[in-house]
């Protein structure tokens, strides 16, 4: 999924397009190519040629043994499908590819939040600790220790303020709140002016969709009714899709909901334990496909076929 991209009709990420239709060009280290088959062009001879992230290739010195060397890592083409034309800086935006992350704000709450939570955790590690006893009698299993939620509890009875990890927290606390460490954490920037622009105007711009392209690096920009055709088209084959009358998400839910109340007995598992294995909003797979550039398809009347994923992550 890109990471600068939101998401548009079927868990697809989006990001408008550059250059016109169908043209060629080389700028701003971004290749962008003709998006179509050659005249008898067949399976992967069809398409954009893509151009690998990195090239290795067996380089041999004179009178030395075959070495490998690595190529200058070069940017993926992007092959636009949608009749958007894309701005310089949007070219150079969607070259950096679709694992590009720009650089975030710095969250001062979250910040505290962690910081606060990293001295509950110093707290509760000397408590176990100086309390080896305690350790013995709250054994369990490790798949729910791993997989347990953490309370907000501080140890009991507290510290006092005397105490050297008390005093230690106190100064953590002090210097990671101070102006001058908070101004210290400002990252440099990794987009221009420019691409942020574009990538704006990009996550607000709904009618294109952004996406990787199957089997290959390049990046791909196509009309979002283009994309939402072939997704309806492969749905509609009866041969392996058939519409439901409902969703059958919460009845899914309900019968997992009891098997695991009723194993909870056997297991002896709590009902804390059970809610833990259970997701507080259940919601239905997402489909969505990428493009196979490389099989023939010829523009503007016939995209390319998208292979289907169905996605559970989340």
């Not at 290795?56 to 009178?63: C, L, Q, T, W």
């Not at 939620?149 to 100064?171: R, V």
């Not at 009358?245 to 909901?257: L, N, V």
């Amino acid at each position: 999924a890109a990471s600068f991209g939101g998401v548009v009709g079927g868990g697809v990420p989006v990001i408008p397009r550059t250059v016109g239709r169908g043209s060629s060009l080389v700028d701003h280290g971004c290749t962008v190519r003709r998006c179509g088959p050659r005249p008898g062009g067949q399976g992967s001879s069809g398409g954009p040629r893509t151009v690998p992230e990195t090239q290795e290739r067996m380089v041999a010195p004179e009178g030395g043994a075959l070495v490998q060397r690595e190529e200058r890592q070069r940017p993926p083409p992007i092959c636009n499908l949608s009749s958007r034309v894309l701005s310089a800086s949007e070219v150079s935006l969607l070259a950096k590819g679709l694992s590009f992350v720009p650089t975030p704000r710095v969250d001062h709450i979250k910040l505290q939040e962690d910081v606060q939570a990293f001295c509950r955790s110093l707290r509760w590690k000397f408590f176990w600790e100086t309390h080896p006893d305690l350790v013995a009698q709250r054994e369990e299993h490790p798949s729910l220790r791993e997989f347990s939620t953490s309370s907000q509890l501080e140890p009991n009875p507290p510290l006092p303020l005397s105490h050297p990890l008390e005093q230690y927290i106190s100064m953590l606390v002090d210097r990671t709140t101070s102006q001058p460490f908070l101004r210290s954490l400002q990252p440099t920037q990794n987009l221009s002016d420019a691409e942020r622009d574009a990538l704006s105007g990009l996550r607000r711009d709904a009618t294109v969709q952004v996406m990787p392209a199957d089997k290959s690096s390049a990046v791909v920009v196509m009309n979002t009714s283009d994309y939402r055709m072939e997704v309806h088209r492969q749905l509609g084959n009866q041969n392996y899709y058939r519409r439901l009358e409902h969703d059958p998400t919460e009845a899914f839910s309900g019968e997992i909901r009891a098997y695991l109340s009723a194993q909870a007995r056997e297991e002896a598992l709590t009902s804390r334990d059970v809610a833990l294995m259970l997701p507080e909003v259940p919601r239905c797979s997402i489909f969505y496909i990428l493009p196979k550039i490389h099989k023939p398809f010829e523009l503007p009347h016939t995209m390319p076929p998208g292979r289907p994923i169905v996605s559970s992550c989340g």
